[in-house]
């Protein structure tokens, strides 16, 4: 697997991932009909970092990089994962994961949180743990899940 | 002091207030040379549903209420305050807290979320418990304090 900078030519595979991924209502606040345009703005907007994981067959997954806040806040980083359904158990998250840490250092941030991680997205937990995130707060009952209603998220963060 | 929704007419003021609140760098995020636009837009812009707080000399606060998230997390309200620094000790952000916790419980929100509260600012953090709020998360070293270096910000809710 290889990681490079998105480009506008990678619009069509981010969309079709993005619209699996909020498909199922389990890990994004994203609606599950929410339009293509947002998808694209969301990963190659003005300003926005990202960067997509290609395996021989393509496109599988794409992250952002941004700042969590403006201003006084801007030397916390914010990132944010998708990675096609269909290629999940190939370890495309982490590779991203580690890949993100690094492109953040570069940048000169010196931490990175996660504002928003449902709680009940155990692997999605799991990994940030293995990358060296702590939950910092969690949220209670913020995140309305398509099947398990509502459910706490948590805020996670690690130094860079 | 009677509170009303806001309207452009109240942009001057706004800007006024806006300025002189982000000048300290020890509340918000915002730097001190935002510009007019960016404070506008803040509280008036598409969308928003903003108040102002009036004595007999005029505007002398306001605050915002939106979606803390989109799509299945707009269950959760967020909000945003500032009060004119020579107007502190009147009780206008104590009064503008509770108008909003019964804004936010009108508008069908089952909680509100203050994403930033900056720990040293001990007057505001001193209020939102007054009114209810918790500390649900504390996020290292996020804010960049104007002249205490980098201090602890923190996730405060409370359900409606």
């Avoid at 339009?35 to 003005?46: E, K, M, S, V």
Wanted: glycine content about 10%; hydrophobic content about 45%.
């Amino acid at each position: 697997m290889t990681i490079r900078p998105a480009t506008a030519a990678d619009a069509d595979r981010i969309w079709s991932i993005f619209h699996a991924v909020v498909a199922d209502g389990d890990t994004y606040t994203f609606l599950p009909d929410t339009p293509r345009a947002d998808a694209i703005a969301y990963f190659l907007g003005p300003g926005i970092a990202s960067w997509v994981i290609e395996d021989e067959g393509g496109v599988i997954g794409m992250y952002k990089l941004v700042p969590n806040r403006i201003g006084l806040g801007s030397h916390v980083a914010n990132a944010s994962f998708m990675v096609d359904p269909s290629a999940h158990g190939k370890g495309a998250g982490r590779a991203m994961g580690e890949h993100c840490l690094d492109e953040a250092r570069r940048a000169g941030y010196t931490a990175m949180q996660f504002n928003f991680v449902v709680s009940t997205n155990t692997a999605g937990v799991a990994l940030w743990k293995k990358l060296g995130f702590q939950i910092v707060g969690t949220l209670p009952k913020a995140f309305r899940h398509a099947t398990l209603g509502d459910v706490d998220a948590y805020v996670m963060h690690r130094f860079l």
